[in-house]
């Protein structure tokens, strides 16, 4: 969400990558290995410290712009896609095999609970430039994003899977601000996922990326998050709690809590929902005092599998490994002038793009979803399209 530093002898190995002669993919955030394993920074705070040193207290840092030698070797669109298609036990599609409503809801919730992804501190992915997409594949699940906005960044998702079980449509729009102390991402936007045959729409959040820089380096989710079916008339209520440490000590911000109840009587809780959201929350029956195991990390986010190109010729000009590659092979390979000059590139034809339509009078519109902004600024996307289809890149089902 805002981008940060990379060092120059701690790049990812190849060995963590896949590649195609037009597009490099990387490894997903796991809970271990993958690039947190590979990235290890020396004097991350430092240097991290030196890039705000101009930067006023309340600045808006969605479009602050940074060197190669700060980026994960991955776009925005690419990590949103990645909560979505890389999931170990596949919670999303536990969502539409509930026997009844309150089983598809706590199904939901526990997906909702797996898109949360260890951050790394000091590392940022690339910003999307306009019109770039991504399109994956895992199964019968295809999902596909685009860059719909550049001023604001409002990223665009829409996936479906083949038996008409699940679709989710999501708009996002993440606003970073520097606190001085600190780096708070709130990210906006609505995230639908829908059950087709049940008639039902779950509506929900997610929470904030804190970013702590004095007086230690830390990085967590934080905030409220809240899940509504207005269909069955159920609520949810997550708080992922920040730690209250102190050089490190004195908490752990990767706990999460909540409860499970009827919008009609949020008094009267169904379910309890206490853990933590890296290793294992359970979800206990208020009524009848059972306990049960509502979320594993271990077997959602663990030893995650990069994705393959399947189809060379069917990757889209526009895809984001495509976007990138130049820049990210030249990060995986630690030539960072070469990165630097890749990025500019990217970022400067995609000026001159803008430039030239501004100039022509042209209004440039998403290829796959429309978009619009309501009275209060919030952007809210829907995709042109009733199914995506299937992708030339594929994310394994499995470990």
Same mark, same amino acid.
């Given at each position: 969400?805002?981008?940060?530093?990379?060092?120059?002898?701690?790049?990812?190995?190849?060995?963590?990558?896949?590649?195609?002669?037009?597009?490099?993919?990387?490894?997903?955030?796991?809970?271990?290995?993958?690039?947190?394993?590979?990235?290890?920074?020396?004097?991350?705070?430092?240097?991290?410290?030196?890039?705000?040193?101009?930067?006023?207290?309340?600045?808006?840092?969605?479009?602050?712009?940074?060197?190669?030698?700060?980026?994960?070797?991955?776009?925005?669109?690419?990590?949103?896609?990645?909560?979505?298609?890389?999931?170990?036990?596949?919670?999303?599609?536990?969502?539409?095999?509930?026997?009844?409503?309150?089983?598809?809801?706590?199904?939901?919730?526990?997906?909702?609970?797996?898109?949360?992804?260890?951050?790394?501190?000091?590392?940022?992915?690339?910003?999307?430039?306009?019109?770039?997409?991504?399109?994956?594949?895992?199964?019968?699940?295809?999902?596909?994003?685009?860059?719909?906005?550049?001023?604001?960044?409002?990223?665009?998702?829409?996936?479906?899977?083949?038996?008409?079980?699940?679709?989710?449509?999501?708009?996002?729009?993440?606003?970073?601000?520097?606190?001085?102390?600190?780096?708070?991402?709130?990210?906006?936007?609505?995230?639908?996922?829908?059950?087709?045959?049940?008639?039902?729409?779950?509506?929900?959040?997610?929470?904030?990326?804190?970013?702590?820089?004095?007086?230690?380096?830390?990085?967590?989710?934080?905030?409220?998050?809240?899940?509504?079916?207005?269909?069955?008339?159920?609520?949810?209520?997550?708080?992922?709690?920040?730690?209250?440490?102190?050089?490190?000590?004195?908490?752990? &911000?990767?706990?999460?809590?909540? @409860?499970? *109840?009827?919008? !009609?009587?949020?008094? +009267?809780?169904?379910? /309890?929902?206490?853990?933590?959201?890296?290793?294992?929350?359970?979800?206990?029956?208020?009524?009848?005092?059972?306990?049960?195991?509502?979320?594993?990390?271990?077997?959602?986010?663990?030893?995650?599998?990069?994705?393959?190109?399947?189809?060379?010729?069917?990757?889209?000009?526009?895809?984001?490994?495509?976007?990138?590659?130049?820049?990210?092979?030249?990060?995986?390979?630690?030539?960072?002038?070469?990165?630097?000059?890749?990025?500019?590139?990217?970022?400067?034809?995609?000026?001159?793009?803008?430039?030239?339509?501004?100039?022509? &009078?042209?209004?440039?519109?998403? @290829?796959? *979803?429309?978009? !619009?902004?309501?009275? +209060?600024?919030?952007? /809210?996307?829907?995709?042109?399209?009733?199914?995506?289809?299937?992708?030339?890149?594929?994310?394994?089902?499995?470990?």
């Amino acid at each position: 969400l805002v981008e940060s530093e990379v060092d120059a002898s701690a790049a990812p190995t190849a060995t963590a990558t896949a590649r195609a002669s037009a597009a490099v993919l990387t490894a997903p955030l796991s809970l271990e290995g993958g690039l947190a394993a590979e990235l290890q920074p020396a004097n991350l705070v430092q240097r991290v410290l030196s890039l705000f040193g101009n930067v006023r207290p309340g600045a808006d840092l969605s479009h602050f712009q940074l060197p190669a030698t700060f980026n994960l070797p991955k776009s925005q669109l690419q990590l949103y896609g990645e909560i979505v298609y890389c999931d170990g036990d596949d919670y999303l599609s536990r969502c539409g095999k509930g026997k009844d409503s309150l089983e598809r809801f706590t199904a939901v919730v526990a997906w909702s609970i797996s898109t949360t992804r260890p951050p790394i501190f000091g590392f940022a992915p690339y910003n999307p430039v306009l019109g770039e997409t991504h399109h994956v594949s895992r199964g019968s699940l295809h999902v596909l994003l685009e860059q719909v906005c550049h001023k604001p960044p409002v990223s665009a998702l829409h996936a479906t899977d083949d038996g008409g079980n699940v679709e989710l449509v999501w708009s996002q729009h993440p606003v970073p601000k520097f606190n001085g102390a600190s780096i708070e991402a709130t990210v906006h936007g609505k995230r639908q996922v829908r059950l087709p045959k049940f008639n039902e729409t779950y509506e929900m959040d997610c929470p904030n990326l804190l970013i702590r820089l004095l007086p230690g380096p830390s990085v967590e989710w934080s905030g409220t998050v809240r899940i509504v079916c207005k269909d069955s008339g159920l609520e949810a209520e997550l708080s992922y709690h920040r730690s209250n440490s102190f050089m490190g000590m004195g908490g752990d &911000g990767r706990c999460v809590k909540g @409860k499970v *109840f009827h919008s !009609s009587s949020p008094q +009267d809780t169904v379910f /309890e929902i206490d853990g933590y959201w890296d290793r294992t929350v359970s979800l206990k029956d208020v009524e009848s005092g059972e306990v049960l195991v509502l979320y594993d990390a271990n077997l959602s986010i663990a030893n995650l599998v990069t994705p393959e190109v399947k189809d060379e010729e069917g990757l889209s000009s526009t895809e984001s490994a495509v976007v990138w590659s130049e820049v990210s092979e030249a990060i995986l390979a630690k030539d960072w002038e070469k990165a630097s000059e890749a990025k500019r590139k990217v970022e400067g034809t995609a000026r001159s793009l803008e430039k030239e339509r501004n100039e022509k &009078g042209e209004v440039w519109m998403p @290829k796959h *979803f429309s978009l !619009s902004q309501d009275k +209060d600024g919030n952007w /809210e996307c829907w995709p042109l399209e009733k199914s995506v289809r299937p992708a030339p890149i594929v994310s394994p089902s499995d470990h």
